[in-house]
């Protein structure tokens, strides 16, 4: 190899200088970070050159090239090598220039200076803004009084991080998370007391979710830790998590060495027909759930137990398994662990569900069945209170904000019919047959002819003046089209001639991760070095969602009076939201991020927002080319300083709904070039409203008449009014907020309290043509009913476990039209479902809440309302139906504890806090 590269050499000479007493090595991608340190420098090779400074790119790091690299070392004083990582390049010419003559041995510098400090980082990837400081500094260092390149600090700030802003956006975060129906959504589940190990493949993303899964290994080694630690810990069992495409690969091994160890651990083989976390390929080679269970009983394994979610596929097949395999519905996981756990050696769990995502393409390709129900949220029913999401740990049902508060609702165009949700405690879910998702055409469905006309008037952003490179960051979430929008710009940069580069860091993005997408493009290639945008460098910022926009990564590449950003404020819901019923994006936070970024107060232009999804759902029917419509905004503004014609080529060229992309990429031009065009198009139709964040008082009071009247009747609503006006009367004449907050808590919770959904209100919600009408919106087609719900006399708690739904066929809408009629009966003796503890809870909540507010009113001051606003509050935590409502008015109540103490020590003494496991015994925690 040496003799080659001798004749054949890829090393070159990128500057030569024949007075050279200064030389620098560049290696592989470093050498492009280092010419981007010289032009942000403005330093051109010429004048490195004149000063007497030699470039030597390496192209062949190992074995070096000897002939060229000591021609180049002739006469020089000191060589500056960059190369990333270990010094492999540096530590050669060493060695080769160790025994030369004293006159023609230079100093070398690199990993570090001549004194034995650090210099050029040896860790971590390097990027011009990494290296500028020291090439300018080493620069100057050799030509203290060389005029031209003296003045190189004033440069050195560009690559500088710049100042954040820190506030209480900080802890929201954009994470991977499973599909929507995913099988690991239950798979990777653990009884409670147990502990899993993760391994490579999607079921990883369960370590930072709240599933006792923890650790990573290679493939193959999966359980060689817990073998290693096990006869040094009390814990007697652990569980492996495995993915099918691993165990073929070489995973199996890891449960032989598991065998010959002696070691008691589960492996759970999650068979999903899919190696999905690299886009859904097949596993290499032929592999079933009976091929799995019988090499493994041959290696030893004590027992198989398989979880299915549809077990009746395997009656057939049952003779091909090992004698003592047994079988159990996915519902029973919890239970098979739990007996797996206490035997003594290697088990194996196969846990077999199809992957999410290749249903779906299975499906549209008519390779599998698809199940003819949806399924289906009653909002006026629906608590919110999350159980939905906790069970099926399912990122198609979302948050949905209303009047009376947050909900629930089911994304038709994400669910891949996986049902784990219907485990939710909750009478609010409907399964729906015969029917199917109504697309709605879009404002431009009837008006197509007239937009267009609108669009070929608007004038084109002004030319862009070339100077260096453009850099643009996309920043969104994975599976929306993000990359697409940067392959679309790098594509339209290549038909004008350009240089493009695109740069994408997804990681799990497929999962719904933040996905920065850096594209970077220039008029001459030289100017165009590296593709990462680096610190302080980006042009614009095209936020396609709020969370990923504001994150370090993307703030990293802003520089205030250069960066322009365009945020899309869509709230796009967090993954928490399915543990956490009132996760919020925290939206103003995060604006408040942008603006200090940009700064908006000396430049207002910087920062500009709009919706791309409402105006994609408004106007096109969908959001799917939300992304697309970000980028024709944009466009609009000058933040793609490209030809309108190569952009529109592109998405020709993409090959993927092309009239639809350029439809939206035309809307989001017409958004914001002639916003006097969109309101034109929209015509009577209002631009559709969010719920309100801030209902006015007084409306609040007159739907609460409304809804408490319907309820029960006017003598109910009176009650309510009573307790409120008297709230209002203190409150007004204490005169501590205008805006009367503890007013408007007191109302929300009553109305809440007073309007619970026993059976009466349940069947009321579901009659009174509020649901039917919300059907339609949803879905065309005759429809047929199905209800899923856990009534008192048909579903009841057995052995510690929690009460089973039960499924209602068409019948149960006439019979609830009946027992809506029964609210007379309600509180009366012939109640028969007011006699259940939950029915007397609920009517004891009421009163306790009134005499709480009557409690508190003395109590109003300055320094007590806001724990008095938290206090009246309470009750909107109290969400849920049965044991999942008891629960939350457990945690309402020691909450209230808490806040009463705050107020009135004397009054209310310290609550007793049950033990708790510290990070340090015996000292005191001092609450506030």
């Known amino acids: 190899m040496a003799a080659f590269a001798r004749i054949n050499t890829i090393d070159r000479h990128v500057i030569e200088s024949s007075h050279a007493r200064f030389g620098i090595v560049t290696v592989g991608k470093a050498h492009h970070d280092l010419m981007e340190v010289l032009r942000r420098l403005e330093i051109a090779p010429a004048m490195l050159a004149e000063a007497g400074v030699r470039l030597y790119k390496i192209g062949m790091s190992y074995p070096l090239e000897v002939t060229r690299a000591r021609a180049f070392a002739a006469g020089l004083r000191e060589i500056l090598v960059i190369e990333e990582k270990g010094p492999v390049v540096e530590t050669q010419l060493r060695e080769l220039l160790y025994n030369a003559p004293a006159s023609a041995r230079p100093v070398i510098v690199g990993k570090r200076d001549r004194d034995g400090r650090p210099l050029v980082s040896d860790v971590g990837e390097l990027r011009p803004s990494r290296l500028i400081e020291l090439v300018a500094h080493w620069i100057a260092q050799h030509f203290p009084n060389n005029a031209t390149l003296g003045d190189h600090l004033r440069h050195v700030r560009d690559f500088t991080p710049p100042e954040l802003l820190a506030n209480d956006a900080d802890s929201v975060r954009r994470v991977p998370y499973f599909c929507a129906g995913c099988p690991h959504n239950t798979g990777t589940r653990v009884p409670e007391g147990s502990e899993a190990g993760a391994g490579i493949g999607c079921h990883v993303m369960a370590t930072w979710m709240d599933r006792n899964t923890a650790g990573l290994i290679q493939m193959g080694g999966e359980g060689v830790d817990w073998v290693s630690h096990a006869m040094f810990t009390r814990r007697r069992h652990f569980f492996q998590n495995l993915g099918d495409g691993t165990y073929y690969h070489s995973g199996y091994l890891a449960i032989r060495q598991a065998v010959a160890a002696g070691a008691t651990i589960t492996y759970k083989i999650l068979f999903n027909d899919a190696v999905a976390m690299t886009g ?61 756990r206490e035997l003594p050696g290697v088990t194996v769990l196969i846990y077999e569900q199809t992957c ?69 405690f909750c009478p609010s879910f409907v399964g729906v047959s015969g029917g199917t998702p109504r697309r709605t055409p879009g404002v431009l469905g009837s008006g197509e002819a007239a937009f267009l006309q609108h669009v070929a008037a608007l004038p084109r952003p002004a030319e862009h003046v070339w100077t260096g490179p453009y850099d643009l960051l ?77 994150s370090v990564e993307a703030l990293g590449t802003v520089r205030r009076g250069r960066t322009r950003i365009l945020a899309n404020v869509h709230e796009v819901p967090l993954a928490e939201a399915l543990s956490n019923p009132d996760a919020s994006l925290k939206v103003p936070a995060l604006l408040a991020k942008l603006r200090f970024a940009v700064g908006a107060e000396e430049h207002p232009q910087a920062l ?48 993927v709904a092309v009239k639809a992309n350029q439809l939206a990429f035309a809307l989001g031009r017409l958004a914001v070039g002639d916003p006097q065009a969109i309101a034109a198009l929209r015509g009577d139709s209002a631009a559709p409203q969010s719920a309100p964040a801030d209902e006015p008082l007084e409306a609040l009071l007159e739907r609460a008449r409304a809804e408490l009247t319907a309820w029960q009747d006017a003598a109910w609503a009176a009650r309510f009014a009573a307790v409120v006006e008297r709230a209002r009367a203190v409150e007004s004449a204490l005169g501590l907020d205008a805006t009367l907050p503890f007013t408007r808590a007191v109302a929300r919770s009553l109305l809440k309290l007073m309007t619970y959904k026993d059976e ?87 009163e306790q809440f009134e005499a709480r507010v009557v409690e508190l009113l003395p109590r109003l001051a300055d320094d007590t309302l806001p724990a008095a606003v938290e206090i009246a509050a309470l009750p909107l935590s109290m969400r849920g139906f049965g044991h999942v409502k008891i629960g939350n008015v457990a945690l309402a109540r020691a909450r209230e504890a808490e806040l009463l103490h705050r107020i009135d020590p004397a009054r209310w003494p310290r609550p007793s806090d049950p033990a708790r496991p510290g990070p340090l015994r015996g000292i005191a925690v001092v609450r506030h």
């Not at 039960?806 to 006699?835: I, N, Q, S």
């Open 280 to 340: 859904g390929q097949r596993v290499d080679g032929p592999l079933s759930v009976d091929a799995i269970a019988r090499q493994v009983e041959s290696e030893g394994v004590r027992e198989v137990a398989v979880v299915t979610d549809d077990i009746g596929r395997y009656d057939a097949i049952r003779s091909r398994f090992p004698a003592g395999t047994t079988f159990h519905h996915r519902d029973a996981l919890d239970a098979v662990q739990r007996r797996l």
């Open 356 to 424: 999410a995502a290749e249903k779906r393409r299975r499906r549209k390709k008519g390779e599998l069945d698809d199940p003819p129900l949806r399924l289906f949220i009653n909002e006026h029913v629906c608590e919110g209170c999350g159980d939905c999401g906790v069970q099926s740990n399912c990122v198609a049902v979302l948050p949905h904000e209303t009047a009376a508060g947050r909900k629930r609702r089911i994304d038709q165009s994400a669910c891949n019919k996986d049902y784990s949700c219907l485990e939710g």
């Open 474 to 550: 996309v920043a969104g979430v994975g599976g929306t089209g993000v990359v697409t929008v940067g392959a679309l710009i790098a594509m339209a940069a290549h038909l004008e001639g350009k240089a493009a580069s695109v740069l994408d860091f997804t990681g799990f993005a497929q999962k719904g991760g933040a996905v920065l997408s850096f594209v970077r493009w220039a008029d001459r290639p030289e100017r165009l070095n590296q593709v990462r945008i680096d610190t302080q460098q980006a042009d614009a910022v095209l936020a396609c969602d709020l969370v990923v926009g504001a």
């Open 608 to 655: 500009q927002t709009f919706d791309a999804q409402s105006l994609a759902e408004e106007f096109l029917g969908d959001t799917i080319a939300a992304n697309v419509l970000a980028l024709g905004y944009a466009w609009q503004l000058g933040l793609v300083p490209l030809g309108l014609e190569a952009i529109g080529r592109a998405i020709d060229l993409n090959g």
């Open 760 to 846: 009466y209100e349940v069947a009321r919600l579901y009659t009174d043509g509020r649901f039917e009408r919300d059907l339609r919106v949803q879905f065309d087609g005759a429809l047929r009913l199905e209800f899923h719900m856990a009534p008192p006399l048909l579903s009841r708690a057995k052995d510690g476990a929690r009460p089973r739904k039960v499924r209602l066929g068409p019948w149960m809408m006439p019979a609830m039209r009946w027992l809506a009629r029964g609210k007379r009966l309600r509180g009366t003796r012939w109640d028969l479902f007011g006699r259940t503890g939950e029915r007397r809870m609920e009517r004891a909540l009421i």
